[in-house]
């Protein structure tokens, strides 16, 4: 598939899954989709909620809701929002786990305004390499069941 089409069809299926987004609080909304590399298309939106930090993004909605179909080698990602507006923090290092090598198209709702990676929005990221070293603590005390 071509990298204009790949634009095309993600930031349709982000701004229609915009349309859908549970934002009653910021009344931000926010419509995400992510294409793996067969070319099939999950979207998310932003769902909130009144407990505000229980709040999830369409970034992590699109990423978690595409692993649970059981979809990788995830290719691109739009995001689109009524200004163009870049994923968050958490978003980036959520992409950087699930598609490091993804294009990401940060769209307003008139198209593109921002073609980058996620290197790119993310540099000298934390990527656990170090977890791996790290031996369990032994416990020093008995344990319930
Ligand atoms: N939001 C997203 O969905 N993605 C982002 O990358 C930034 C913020 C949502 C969360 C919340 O529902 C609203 O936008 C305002 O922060």
């Given at each position: 598939m071509k990298d204009t089409d790949i634009q095309t069809s993600l930031v349709a299926a982000a701004l229609d899954?915009?349309?859908?987004a549970y934002a009653p609080y910021s009344k931000y909304t926010v419509g995400a989709a992510v294409m793996d590399r067969t070319g099939h298309?999950?979207?998310g939106c932003n769902v909130e909620n009144a407990s505000y930090g229980a709040t999830i993004c369409a970034e992590?909605?699109?990423?978690?809701?595409?692993?649970a179909e059981g979809r990788d080698g995830f290719v691109?990602?739009?995001?689109v929002t009524s200004d163009g507006g870049s994923p968050c923090g958490v978003c980036r290092q959520v992409m950087m786990e699930l598609g490091p090598e993804m294009r990401v198209f940060i769209s307003d709702s008139a198209g593109v305004v921002r073609s980058t990676s996620v290197r790119?929005?993310?540099?000298?990221?934390?990527?656990?390499s170090g977890l791996l070293s790290v031996q369990p603590a032994p416990h020093d005390f008995p344990l319930n069941d």
């Open positions: 899954a915009r349309l859908r298309i999950t979207s992590r909605v699109a990423l978690t809701r595409a692993i691109g990602m739009a995001v790119q929005l993310l540099p000298d990221s934390f990527d656990g």
